[in-house]
């Protein structure tokens, strides 16, 4: 597994919208746009401190890292507390629980008003999330869902962040009927997981006021190096065949996964595991013909 390219990092106090859509958009390329929400309040706003004293009393739903079960997409919280102990918590205390895809503007409306959309890009899918995590937090190897392109900016903290196109989708053994994988980035298993060998990401660490795009499609795996949080906003796919993909993921994939699980969740994870190394083997077998006479 190679992930030291490194992704390109860029001035986005001064990129136009034909420059990005020249070197980043239509070629689908991930970049870091430094300093790109400089131009908005949410910049210098958007501290602990501030979230703390201005909702610090909304009730959150938390997440830890499920290791222990990597068959189970997230969607019941493991614990919930108030706002403001949480982020207590992730600046103080050892903890692996995560918020995600909160959305934050629903407590606060008027939190919508400290930023804008940036003009670099069109077809904004206005529904913001914010993520917030604690240090050495792990955000398992994933896509996201409905195959939109990201703009993930970091607020506070820093994050590492792991990037695969989709094309390397079946050396990265995709789970079928959902958007995740079984691998540890960190820890690759070449024995059991051989395509790893083969497969070829890129790597960043996003500081605060770092956006970083993320094309639709890519898969992505992310650690939390200190405690902090992140806005993520988003355009519609790039292709029909991704719009088409994004609406298959959430709709006859999800629910197929869904119902198979309730009827045998443990046969399923295995039949999904099988169908995933059937696949990285013919992967290896296409870039590497020889492996057919193994």
Request: charged share 25%.
């Amino acid at each position: 597994m190679d992930i030291q390219t490194p992704v390109p990092v860029v001035d986005g106090t001064t990129m136009t919208r034909k420059e990005f859509s020249n070197k980043f958009y239509e070629p689908q390329k991930p970049v870091v746009l430094r300093g790109l929400w400089k131009q908005y309040p949410a910049y210098t706003k958007w501290t602990m401190e501030f979230f703390k004293k201005t909702m610090g009393n909304v009730e959150v739903g938390l997440f830890g890292n499920r290791k222990e079960d990597i068959s189970k997409t997230l969607q019941v919280p493991n614990a919930t507390m108030r706002f403001d102990e949480y982020l207590n918590l992730i600046e103080h205390e050892p903890t692996d629980l995560r918020l995600f895809l909160f959305p934050i503007f629903k407590h606060k409306p008027e939190l919508l008003k400290d930023f804008d959309y940036p003009d670099i890009a069109k077809g904004y899918i206005k529904i913001p999330f914010m993520f917030f995590g604690p240090p050495k937090a792990i955000v398992r190897m994933h896509q996201d869902i409905d195959m939109s392109n990201v703009f993930l900016t970091q607020f506070h903290g820093r994050k590492r962040v792991v990037l695969f196109p989709p094309d390397q989708s079946e050396l990265l053994y995709r789970l079928p009927f959902n958007v995740h994988s079984t691998v540890d980035v960190d820890n690759p298993d070449y024995a059991s997981y051989p395509g790893l060998q083969y497969a070829k990401g890129m790597s960043t660490i996003l500081e605060h006021g770092d956006t970083l795009y993320m094309p639709s499609g890519y898969w992505h795996h992310i650690e939390y190096l200190d405690g902090g949080f992140a806005l993520s906003v988003r355009t519609f796919a790039h292709s029909l065949p991704m719009k088409f993909g994004g609406i298959w993921n959430l709709t006859v994939q999800r629910t197929t996964d869904n119902v198979m699980r309730k009827l045998n969740e443990e046969k399923w994870f295995e039949y999904k595991k099988k169908l995933a190394r059937n696949r990285a083997n013919r992967a290896m077998r296409r870039l590497v013909p020889e492996l057919s006479n193994d």
